[in-house]
């Protein structure tokens, strides 16, 4: 498994981010504070406090490419 921080700022980052994932074969899980979302459910997302950096759990450990492609959002 894989883990990192992503910040999902507005409406239109959260639409692109799950169509990434949903791109991939693998699960993906986000949690903020207690809470833990499928990545791939745009409605579980919005129940998140999108105002703080969110953690990416991927449950693979081919997943290179799916990271990589989440540049735009990741934290620096």
Not at 10 to 17: G, T
Not at 41 to 61: R, Y
Not at 63 to 72: N, Q, V, Y
């Amino acid at each position: 498994m894989k883990t990192f921080e992503i910040n999902l700022s507005s409406i239109n980052h959260v639409k692109e981010f799950v169509n990434l994932v949903n791109r991939y074969d693998f699960d993906v899980d986000l949690s903020s504070g207690r809470y833990i979302v499928d990545a791939k459910s745009i409605m579980g997302i919005f129940s998140l406090d999108l105002s703080q950096p969110i953690t990416v759990n991927v449950h693979s450990e081919n997943a290179d490419e799916f990271i990589a492609a989440l540049g735009a959002f990741m934290n620096n």
